[in-house]
């Protein structure tokens, strides 16, 4: 656990506008600082940070809070790890209770150590960097990527050595082996390729053999840091690009992801060996962005194509799949200098949903009737798996594939019916109204004191549209977002003697509408209408002389 009084003193620090600049352009507005939303599409800006309440809020989707809300929302992290992520971005170090971090702080280190070992060896040895550079990575890439080589048993061991470095927990980290009494480089004589959280901490390593006859690629061993069903190579480096983008380009080679982002496509990330799966959606989820799927288009490509793609039309993603022909990869073309070929190619991927469909009739021989109708139901079951729209749209793209009529296509849903009595819908009226509610919560916010004033005389259900947001001041909800909306919004102005009067035309036109809410109401009798249209009335008339009263429900009557 991390220490309250550490937490406190990060928030004090903290520069919200420092922090929430590392991932959108702010410009200054006053005393506020301005942006377009990161949090939906916008083309004027109504995202509004201010350093003196260090607070933030969107006037468009209506998100707000403080630097720790905003980085667990645009990292789509929990609150520890925001925690984390923030004292990392300030320079701040945090205090942890007993126990409970030194463990990984020490087993942090030892990737640390290893790593920077890894990376002095490829210093030394030159042939291995020249070979880096010869396949086209640029000095600054190969220090970007932080790589690395391992040497020989003896090198890595006697390094473990004069550093005192506890080889038992190297071995269970999978950076050491032990056979025979011995200890040995798990990466003997491999290029290296540090594997980072996406948090940036090291938790593992890739590293490819020049040798023949041997694996050409390991990885670390899974463990309570390194699950390779959950890493994305390059994720760390990436995910800014991603958020601002809102695309992700995922391929399937460590050399892949940095000659991409050599050329410019700093979006790309590879699996770590094995196929994108759903415990990779946790991750792809961040920022909601359009995915590529960047494959070979060898056989085991295509099929970790399909599969992958099977996937994410299931989880409703948006983006596509770009098969590399000819025996090429993304690395071979950036090498090539094909630059702007790769462009049009991630900017017209082949859509999930008909990658699979197509992969699905290339798997039978369509000439043959049975086999044609075998094709048919491996692609009815998929599209019966997706939602009533989506199985209406591709119903013609399913008969234009295997050449059928479209009426043997069906449909496989149930008609669900809206209850569109249930939606709140706020007429364009009701503006003005929503202002001086938000006036009167402003005066609140800047006096506490009278909160306790205004509970003499009114209460939430008062009033139309900000219910929620005046019990969330009574409930001391500071850090609800329309009250941040409220606290940041410099339309609202306050002045020394204005809220009783606010407060009496707050109720006047609460009357108002009770007045026609009585008038037109059916089920009142005669006598029973008229006794409450007449205390309603008086209600109005004192309130027009400047007496300020306590409003009354409708239930009191």
């Known amino acids: ?57 969107c006037y468009g989707c209506g998100v707000g809070g403080d ?51 890894f990376k002095s ?85 890739g590293g490819r053999s020049l ?30 690009h991603i958020y601002r983008n809102e695309q ?79 025996g090429l990869d993304p690395a071979d073309m950036v090498q090539k200098g094909q630059i702007e070929q790769l462009q049009n190619l991630f900017n017209k991927p082949k859509p999930f949903i008909e990658f699979v469909l197509e992969q699905i009739s290339k798997n039978f021989d369509l000439k043959n009737p049975l086999q044609k109708e075998q094709a048919l139901k491996e692609s009815l079951n998929f599209l019966h798996n997706l939602s009533p729209l989506l199985q209406e749209e591709y119903k013609n793209f399913i008969a234009k594939t295997l050449s059928i009529p479209l009426h043997l296509i069906p449909t496989k849903y149930k008609t669900q019916k809206q209850n569109f009595a249930s939606k709140t819908f706020i007429p364009p009226f009701l503006e003005q109204n929503s202002h001086l509610e938000e006036l009167i919560i402003k005066y609140i916010l800047d006096d506490p004191n009278l909160l306790n004033f205004a509970l003499d005389y009114i209460d939430s259900s008062i009033f139309s549209i900000h219910q929620d947001t005046f019990q969330a001041l009574i409930d001391g ?5 329309k009250i941040i909306g409220i606290q940041l919004n410099p339309k609202l102005i306050t002045t020394p003697n204005g809220f009783q009067n606010e407060l009496k035309i707050l109720i006047l036109r609460y009357n108002n509408r009770l007045l026609n809410e009585v008038s037109e109401d059916s089920t009142l009798d005669f006598t029973e209408k008229s006794f409450r249209i007449r205390k309603i009335k008086n209600s109005i008339l004192r309130l027009k002389q400047g007496e300020l009263i306590a409003y009354e429900s409708f239930s009191t009557f």
């Open 1 to 57: 656990m991390i220490k309250q009084d550490s937490i406190e003193m990060l928030k004090q620090q903290i520069d919200i506008v420092e922090i929430i600049g590392n991932y959108v352009d702010l410009k200054k507005m006053g005393s506020v600082f301005g942006a377009c939303c990161p949090f939906h599409n916008e083309k004027t800006p109504s995202f509004m940070v201010s350093p003196i309440k260090n607070l933030y809020h």
């Open 67 to 117: 630097s720790i809300t905003f980085i667990m929302e645009i990292e789509k992290i929990g609150y520890r790890e925001a925690i984390e992520k923030l004292a990392q971005l300030s320079n701040f170090t945090l205090e942890y209770e007993k126990n409970t971090k030194k463990k990984f702080d020490e087993e942090y280190k030892l990737f640390d150590d290893a790593k920077n070992f």
């Open 121 to 205: 060896q490829l210093t030394i040895h030159k042939h291995l960097y020249e070979y880096l550079t010869k396949r086209g990575l640029t000095k600054e890439s190969i220090e970007k990527f932080e790589l690395g080589y391992c040497s020989t048993s003896f090198e890595m061991i006697k390094f473990c050595d004069q550093n005192l470095l506890n080889k038992q927990k190297l071995t269970e980290l999978g950076i050491l082996g032990y056979n025979n009494n011995r200890y040995y480089a798990r990466f003997n004589e491999r290029i290296i390729f540090p594997i980072h959280s996406p948090l940036g901490k090291p938790v593992g390593f």
């Open 211 to 240: 040798k023949d006859n041997v694996a050409k690629y390991i990885n670390s061993p899974q463990s309570q840091f390194f699950n390779k069903s959950k890493l994305l190579y390059g994720y760390h480096i990436a995910k800014e």
């Open 248 to 326: 992700i380009i995922i391929t399937e080679g460590y050399l892949d992801v940095i000659m991409l982002h050599q050329a410019g496509f700093k979006t790309a990330v590879a699996t770590l060996g094995t196929a994108l799966t759903s415990d990779h959606l946790p991750l792809l989820n961040k920022g909601n962005p359009k995915i590529i799927l960047s494959y070979d288009g060898d056989n085991a490509g295509i099929k970790a194509a399909h599969k992958a793609a099977f996937m994410l039309a299931m989880a409703k993603k948006e983006g596509g799949v770009v098969i590399f022909e000819g």
């Open 477 to 481: 909800n500071l850090m609800h977002p």
